[in-house]
């Protein structure tokens, strides 16, 4: 069964930092280290927005302008993760947050989602 489970989420003080993981379970090292992945993440009452993305190989990535120079998108093909880095956490980035992959050909997985709360 193919799935991509994220974790890391949680409550966090402004300026804090988290770092989220997506586990892409079932698929191939082949199949992952071929496909793009991103973050997403929705608000209550917003619709969902992409965050970040990198390439297969990780050779490139990019940003939301509301998240340049605080969040890193990273991948370990080895381990089928990638990993988002959040740093200088704001209010306005809580929210759930999702992992996607899309496959060489096309085909889209999505993650359930994990909860990232910024509050003091």
């Known amino acids: 069964q193919v799935q991509l489970v994220e974790s890391g989420g949680g409550l966090v003080q402004p300026e804090g930092s988290l770092r989220l993981s997506c586990l892409a379970s079932?698929?191939?090292?082949?199949?992952?280290?071929?496909?793009?992945m991103s973050w997403y993440r929705q608000a209550p009452g917003n619709e969902r927005e992409l965050v970040a993305t990198i390439t297969g190989a990780g050779r490139s990535t990019n940003y939301a302008d509301s998240v340049k120079g605080r969040f890193t998108i990273s991948r370990d093909n080895a381990k089928n993760t990638v990993f988002l880095q959040m740093n200088s956490l704001k209010p306005e980035d809580t929210a759930v947050y999702y992992c996607?992959?899309?496959?060489?050909?096309?085909?889209?997985?999505w993650g359930q989602g994990t909860q990232v709360t910024v509050s003091s």
């Open positions: 079932g698929f191939t090292f082949s199949s992952f280290s071929s496909s793009a």
């Open positions: 996607k992959m899309t496959g060489r050909l096309g085909s889209v997985y």
